[in-house]
T-cell receptor, first 113, second 110 residues
Framework: SQTIHQWPATLVQPVGSPLSLECTVE??????LYWYRQAAGRGLQLLFY??????ISSEVPQNLSASRPQDRQFILSSKKLLLSDSGFYLC????????????FGQGTRLTVV | RKEVEQDPGPFNVPEGATVAFNCTYS??????FFWYRQDCRKEPKLLMS???SGNEDGRFTAQLNRASQYISLLIRDSKLSDSATYLC???????????FGTGTRLTIIP
């Protein structure tokens, strides 16, 4: 069966510090991978998605970047965090092809102080 | 206009009642539809896919109305454990992205 791992679960970082969140998927090949952010009391905002190694699509201009160094690994990064980067970050995967549902990792709750 | 719109609620419903949510989408090219459930401070989890002919899973029924571009979720005999935020999700043909609505918050009252 497929599983998705995302870590850490919670993170408190000072303004200006770097960020690296990692997500890995097991039990499937060539997944579509996604990073979403959810601000407190708000909906999910798609940040990045990837349909293959090294292929990253960015949805909104921001202080963040994403990379996919391996087929089942997706990394969200920032060189310098802003207060506005605080939120609930969710990694998800879906099967290859259109119209398939997505499955989420447990999320990382990031607080920038 | 947002691509996917939901009534944010909150819906406060007595236990045992029937509750229905609607979700409208703006792009007629939308191809796939889902309902997700998100508990407080947790990740969203797939509740059910929505098929053109409508589908049922226990107390939950999902419907799709392509002409009016909305999907609905009906929950019968609501339980306290149904309290959550329900997210509507659409996917456009030729697009790998899943677009989420902002969610409808449901609280079942004893």
């Amino acid at each position: 069966s497929q599983t998705i791992h995302q870590w850490p679960a919670t993170l408190v970082q000072p303004v200006g510090s770097p960020l690296s969140l990692e997500c890995t998927v097991e039990g499937t090949s060539n997944p579509n991978l996604y990073w979403y952010r959810q601000a407190a009391g708000r909906g999910l905002q798609l940040l990045f998605y990837s349909v293959g190694i090294g292929q990253i699509s960015s949805e909104v201009p921001q202080n963040l970047s994403a990379s996919r160094p391996q087929d089942r690994q997706f990394i969200l990064s920032s060189k310098k965090l802003l207060l506005s980067d605080s939120g609930f970050y969710l990694c998800a995967w879906s099967g290859r092809g259109q119209g398939t549902e997505a499955f989420f990792g447990q999320g990382t709750r990031l607080t920038v102080v | 206009r947002k691509e996917v719109e939901q009534d944010p609620g909150p819906f406060n419903v007595p236990e045992g009642a029937t509750v229905a949510f609607n979700c409208t989408y703006s792009n007629s090219a939308s191809q796939s539809f889902f309902w997700y459930r998100q508990d407080c401070r947790k990740e969203p989890k797939l509740l059910m896919s929505v098929y053109s002919s409508g589908n049922e899973d226990g107390r939950f029924t999902a419907q799709l109305n392509r002409a009016s571009q909305y999907i609905s979720l009906l929950i019968r005999d609501s339980k306290l454990s149904d309290s959550a935020t329900y997210l509507c999700v659409v996917n456009r043909f030729g697009n790998e992205k899943l677009t989420f609505g902002t969610g409808t918050r449901l609280t079942i009252i004893p």
